[in-house]
């Protein structure tokens, strides 16, 4: 009985500090929250310069970057390092909460109307914001690749459930969850991976060359032992996606999959 009422408190006392850890990581996340919608919506009294939107670096390395990359290169995007260059997901309410601290440019009083969807490709749309006096603001929330009609969130998209073995139809589900518009139809999708496919595949083999100069390099010589293995995306040999890793047996170890 006396161990039993032991256990029973020893119990109790976990379940305490646990429930004031978790109170202290959600009250963590709210003020976390609030910070960042001040950062992105400011009170009246507050500048609204671009001075208050602050990023910090972001660095994209991987070679899913490097890829998509070289394709915008090669189609002639203007693509640079700048750190702001990249998206982020924000409710309409925000939008309109943001403009209505505005002064519209023709009527000269704080900007009141609404918000409206000119044109929409898949996760593309361009907005009109439309004020009390008629006056429009348009905007794009997307550049649109050089030399073709595909816009570059839809391009990034479509690499990305790619990438991740989800598919269109993951994908769709993917928006579906985060509340954002539907992607572009599956046939626009696949046409899209048949545009990329010359620009993967010359990554690919540029890829596969420079690890066999480098291992080769390493080694001093072109006759190396190296170790293999493979896998498929799914079971049966059904899948269209597998992986390769390529292991050289050196002085030192390079890894190619």
Known sequence: MIRSSALKKEKQLRLA?????????????????????????????????????????????????QKLTDFLKQKGTDYNNNTQDYYQIIHNSFLLQLMKQKVCASCKLIWNGDMSVAKREG????????????????????????????????????????????????????????????????DHFSDTLDYLLPTFQSYKLR????????????????????????????????SLHGVVQVLSNGPTAKVHI
């Open 123 to 186: 996760l593309y749309c361009s907005l009109v914001f439309t004020c009390c006096c008629s006056h429009e603001i348009k905007i794009n929330i997307s550049k649109q690749c050089l030399n073709t009609s595909k816009r570059d969130i839809n391009v990034r998209s479509v690499i990305g459930a790619n990438f991740a073995g989800i598919g269109h139809q993951g994908l769709v589900k993917l928006c579906a969850i985060l509340n954002v518009p539907l992607p572009i139809e599956e």
């Open 17 to 65: 500090r646990n429930t004031s850890k978790s109170r202290k990581i959600i009250n963590i996340a709210r003020k976390n929250t609030r910070e960042l919608q001040n950062y992105f919506i400011s009170n009246k009294s507050q500048s609204t310069s671009n001075e208050q939107f602050t990023y910090k670096t972001r660095t994209f390395t991987d070679p899913s970057c």
């Open 207 to 238: 890829s596969m060359k420079n690890a066999v100069e480098e291992a080769c390099k390493k080694s001093n010589g072109r006759k190396i032992t190296v170790s293999a293995d493979g896998t498929w995306q799914k079971r049966g040999f059904s």
